[in-house]
């Protein structure tokens, strides 16, 4: 990840990449956040995350994957209820602008607190993700 940070910077300062305008260091460090996370190293995913959601407002879909992605590393931290804010959150960017890879990252997360659903937390966000693909369909 460190090589592709590198090469990206190093790119970006020698060269005019206005065509390039979908990425950038902030989706460089969703995209390392998400490795992370499948790796197993939360606090490394969490950092990452944390990078990548300094996104422009008008970046609406990638930031709900973002904050999807950040909520199951704050699970894994064992913070449940922020973990659900976030997840909450993410809700409320999709609905302003749906995206079906946010979606899907939300239903996996989902399945990783569907376990703890007698928590407020959990139906808040379960009532929320609800109404979300009630109104894709």
Known sequence: MEAAKT????TALQSDLRWFDYFDENRLAGF???ANL?????????????DAL???????KQRSVFLADLAT???????????CQIASDATDELRR?????????????HDLVSPRSSTPAVRVFSER???LQLQEA
Do not use: K, N
């Open 54 to 60: 300094d996104l422009p407002m008008s970046a609406i």
């Open 38 to 50: 499948r790796a197993g190293r939360y606090d490394d995913a969490a950092a990452e995350l944390d």
């Open 129 to 131: 993700l609800a109404a």
């Open 97 to 109: 602008a749906g995206y079906a890879t946010g979606v899907g990252r939300l239903r996996e997360f």
């Open 7 to 10: 090469a990206y910077v190093s």
């Open 32 to 34: 390392a956040g998400y």
């Open 73 to 83: 590393v704050r699970f894994h931290a064992g913070d449940l209820e922020h973990a």
